[in-house]
């Protein structure tokens, strides 16, 4: 059969030799892996004719959510005598066989269709095609190109939507409208190449945006029908993480395919400055499909004040309380850790760090080595000048910093700005730019706003030492 297909296309026709079957399902909604099929119809087409069908209702199994039945109309009772899957398998495999699978958003019935036959161990394979992409490429300009939109369009008639028999039958009349398009026979062609990524790509993304994607480090942006970003995601090479998403079965990537209609990136030259860039992004469009990063989470802070004794304290709290922040970090724990480390390198009292409460002399578990400034055996002026040992190493540490990275092309450098340990912002520099001083990095600099996740981003950068800081 596609022997034939690919000889008749040449010839510039669709032969009617060619068999499609054209499906439509109604599932329980629980995404690809949890799936079930309630309702199936299947009709063989000719190209011209329909010449066999079939349709059933189907017992899933499993209790039907209550939102589906709403849209479907299709309940528990409805199916409870229906057959199941198992028991119409071979229906199903011999109507489909030597034939080419059609569906509108064809991804989405063929995958749950595949995982159905998959559970009772048959591995179902066949060639597809998609109407949404055959219609965006055949019938461009359309507002939307759902199956109800689509056909009100074009004026073909939808009876019983949201039903199986309804949508396949309105299929059937929109592909027999699509081959009898002019440009048709090229376009099977090219999507039915076993090279091309027509099959896989989302049904509402065109080719030509995906191939536009550059295969460099950078973040990318999708975004749905009208515009709105979507989901944000960074890469070392933006097209091959992009397509990885296209070929991920899981439920979240498959509603997520499902409404990509374009796609922008920006490009940063280093995985590091676009894991900063993905962060900032989400933080600012907070994307329907990004699950991490979206919660605003407390960060901490160290800071020091002398009490009413003269006895310099080092303590933490939250940083949005602290107004001059010694160090910050993403969480209590780091910070405690911190402190206690503090504590044992320059023999500092746990009670004066604020690692334990208590009315009398120090007792901390961990940090044993104070030298006796609770208990009036160390000179406030001997202790101090330990503080003040801690405070000028931190200072050395929270020196300002600049991490340099790969620009967006070879005749230019990307620099990370961080300062007292905190993320400050980012800049490309060209090669040709003369560099002298702190000032003049400090010029090309786009502030951005430090986060607990970029934080933790420097925070693991700087511990790996193997990036160029100066």
């Given amino acids: 059969m596609i022997t034939a297909l690919k000889?008749?296309?040449?010839?510039?026709?669709?032969?009617?030799?060619?068999?499609?079957?054209?499906?439509?399902?109604?599932?329980?909604?629980?995404?690809?892996?949890?799936?079930?099929?309630t309702e199936i119809s299947i009709f063989k087409f000719d190209g011209e004719h329909v010449v066999e069908e079939f349709t059933s209702l189907v017992n899933p199994k499993c209790p039907i959510p209550y939102f589906i039945t709403g849209l479907t109309g299709i309940d528990d009772q409805m199916v409870a005598k229906a057959p199941t899957f198992l028991e119409i398998a071979d229906q199903i495999l011999d109507i489909t066989k030597d034939t080419i699978f059609v569906a509108h958003s064809v991804n989405f019935d063929y995958g749950v269709i595949k995982e159905e036959f998959r559970q009772i161990g048959i591995d179902f394979s066949r060639k597809k095609l998609c109407t949404v992409r055959l219609s965006r490429k055949l019938i461009p300009g359309l507002q939307?190109?759902?199956l109800g939109k689509l056909c009100k369009a074009v004026s073909i008639p939808l009876t019983d939507r949201h039903?199986?028999?309804?949508?396949?039958?309105?299929?059937?009349?929109?592909?027999?409208?699509?081959?009898?398009?002019?440009?048709?026979?090229?376009?099977?062609?090219?999507?039915?190449?076993?090279?091309?990524?027509?099959?896989?790509?989302?049904?509402?993304?065109?080719?030509?945006?995906?191939?536009?994607?550059?295969?460099?480090?950078?973040?990318?942006?999708?975004?749905?029908?009208?515009?709105?970003?979507?989901?944000?995601?960074?890469?070392?090479?933006?097209?091959?993480?992009?397509?990885?998403?296209?070929?991920?079965?899981?439920?979240?990537?498959?509603?997520?395919?499902?409404?990509?209609?374009d796609i922008d990136f920006e490009l940063s030259g280093s995985e590091l400055l676009a894991l900063l860039m993905e962060s900032e992004a989400i933080k600012k469009h907070y994307p329907k499909y990004n699950r991490a990063q979206k919660r605003t989470l407390k960060q901490y802070a160290l800071f020091s004040y002398e009490d009413r004794n003269g006895i310099v304290h080092l303590c933490f709290d939250t940083l949005r309380r602290v107004a001059n922040p010694l160090v910050v970090f993403t969480n209590q724990t780091e910070c405690r850790a911190f402190l206690e480390e503090l504590c044992t390198t320059f023999?500092?009292?746990?009670?004066?760090?604020?690692?334990?409460?208590?009315?009398?002399?120090?007792?901390?578990?961990?940090?044993?080595?104070?030298?006796?400034?609770?208990?009036?055996?160390?000179?406030?002026?001997?202790?101090?000048?330990?503080?003040?040992?801690?405070l000028l190493s931190l200072k050395e540490q929270n020196a300002k910093l600049f991490i340099q990275e790969?620009?967006?092309?070879?005749?230019?450098?990307?620099?990370?700005?961080?300062?007292?340990?905190?993320?400050?912002?980012?800049?490309?520099?060209?090669?040709?730019?003369?560099?002298?001083?702190?000032?003049?990095?400090?010029a090309h600099i786009i502030l951005k706003k430090s986060t607990v996740e970029t934080q933790r981003i420097i925070q693991t950068t700087l511990r790996k030492s193997t990036t160029a800081i100066f």
């Fill in 347 to 390: 023999s500092l009292c746990p009670k004066y760090c604020h690692l334990q409460q208590t009315g009398g002399p120090c007792n901390h578990y961990r940090t044993q080595n104070c030298e006796g400034i609770c208990r009036s055996e160390e000179t406030v002026t001997d202790y101090n000048q330990k503080v003040h040992e801690a």
């Fill in 144 to 146: 939307s190109y759902s």
């Fill in 406 to 442: 790969s620009g967006r092309h070879a005749q230019e450098k990307a620099i990370i700005f961080v300062e007292n340990g905190r993320y400050r912002g980012y800049g490309f520099i060209e090669d040709s730019v003369h560099i002298t001083s702190e000032e003049d990095l400090e």
């Fill in 7 to 37: 000889y008749s296309l040449v010839l510039g026709v669709i032969s009617s030799c060619v068999l499609y079957t054209i499906v439509d399902i109604e599932t329980t909604g629980n995404g690809l892996k949890g799936n079930r099929v």
């Fill in 163 to 261: 039903r199986a028999r309804g949508d396949a039958h309105a299929t059937v009349l929109l592909f027999k409208k699509l081959i009898g398009t002019d440009g048709a026979p090229k376009v099977f062609s090219t999507f039915l190449n076993a090279r091309s990524q027509e099959a896989t790509l989302p049904p509402l993304l065109s080719k030509k945006t995906v191939n536009g994607l550059p295969s460099a480090p950078g973040v990318y942006y999708f975004k749905n029908s009208v515009g709105a970003i979507i989901y944000v995601g960074k890469a070392i090479n933006i097209k091959k993480r992009v397509l990885g998403h296209f070929y991920d079965k899981s439920n979240h990537e498959i509603r997520l395919c499902r409404e990509v209609a």
